[in-house]
């Protein structure tokens, strides 16, 4: 399952292969759900069952790589708006943060005009 390998992934975090591995199936989820996919876009956006307390993914910190997380955010055309929340005020609130409030923005207003 996905939560198996976020598992994974964190326990290994100091592995520059699982973390590359991660980053590549990123961008291959990426690819399924930028037309509209709504299938994946719970799992892009690491949606799962965090302590209420992480707020720092080792994975997130890469400023290079979160930062083309968030513009692969923006680009989306549908997007969980609770998966997005969970992910900017838990596991990514550290390394998205302030940046993540403009996907959020983004979003919500793409969901209000599809309204």
């Known amino acids: 399952t996905v939560e198996w390998f976020y598992y994974k992934v964190d326990s290994n975090s100091e592995s520059e292969t699982m973390l590359n591995n991660l980053w590549e199936y990123w961008d291959i989820l990426y ?56 992910l900017l005020s838990g596991i990514g609130f550290q390394s998205l943060m302030p940046l993540g409030i403009k996907a959020l923005t983004n979003q919500l207003k793409s969901a209000l005009n599809s309204l």
Do not use: C
């Open 31 to 86: 690819l399924k759900i930028k037309d509209e996919t709504k299938l994946f876009d719970q799992e892009f956006l690491f949606f799962g069952k965090w302590k209420a307390e992480a707020d720092n993914w080792s994975v997130l910190k890469d400023k290079t790589k979160s930062n083309v997380y968030l513009k692969k955010i923006n680009k989306l055309s549908f997007i969980n708006i609770e998966a997005l929340m969970q």
